[in-house]
């Protein structure tokens, strides 16, 4: 997944900032995992009485807060933390769009979307194998290179069919990503 649950923009920084505005640390607890909960609830009574001390502590408590949730909430998908990244970084076509499935409780563009996507690389992949079909008996190096072609075609296909399986991120408990 692209950079999102760790980007100021994010939603386990919203979930953060919401905790701090609305005086209730129970928003922001979800977005971490249980054995964790006792170590947001110390971060957020350290900070929360320091928001009304100034801008400059205010936003360094805030910046703290967040680190803290965002740290937590990666160990819980046993991903790495690595900073907080900016707000504005491009998470790609496809989390927009999940994120208005949710909004508007369709998902029909967000299939749209992934199924045309699908149907290209399929497309694309598949031609490669074509290309490669048509000239596998001139040497055995063409042949082994159609061989491989094909082969990474089904595989490729197999894991997206897994893929597309998958236990949900709730069911799994955690989600990947390769930020």
């Known amino acids: 997944m692209p950079p999102?649950?760790?980007?100021?923009?994010?939603?386990?920084?919203?979930?953060a900032r919401q905790a701090l505005e609305a005086a209730d640390v129970d928003l922001v607890l979800p977005f971490v995992p249980?054995?964790?909960?006792?170590?947001?609830?110390a971060a957020y009574d350290r900070v929360a009485p320091l928001r009304d001390t100034g801008p400059a502590v205010r936003e360094?408590?805030?910046?703290?807060?967040?680190e803290t949730v965002v740290?937590?909430?990666?160990?819980?998908?046993?991903?790495?933390?690595?900073?907080?990244?900016?707000?504005?970084l491009s998470v790609g076509p496809v989390i927009p769009l999940a994120e208005r499935a949710i909004e508007s409780g369709s998902s029909q563009q967000l299939g749209d979307y992934l199924t045309n996507v699908l149907r290209d690389?399929?497309?694309h992949r598949l031609d490669a194998v074509r290309d490669l079909a048509a000239y596998r008996a001139r040497s055995m190096e063409d042949e082994r290179r159609y061989v491989?072609?094909?082969?990474?075609?089904?595989?490729?296909?197999?894991h997206l069919y897994g893929a597309m399986r998958a236990a949900d991120h709730h069911e799994a408990g955690a989600h990947s990503h390769a930020e």
């Open 148 to 158: 491989q072609a094909m082969l990474g075609y089904q595989v490729y296909c197999h």
């Open 71 to 88: 740290r937590l909430h990666r160990a819980g998908e046993g991903a790495p933390y690595t900073g907080l990244k900016p707000v504005g």
């Open 60 to 66: 360094t408590a805030e910046l703290w807060f967040f």
């Open 4 to 15: 999102h649950c760790d980007s100021l923009d994010g939603p386990v920084v919203a979930a």
């Open 121 to 123: 690389e399929l497309e």
């Open 34 to 41: 249980p054995e964790a909960e006792a170590e947001v609830r």
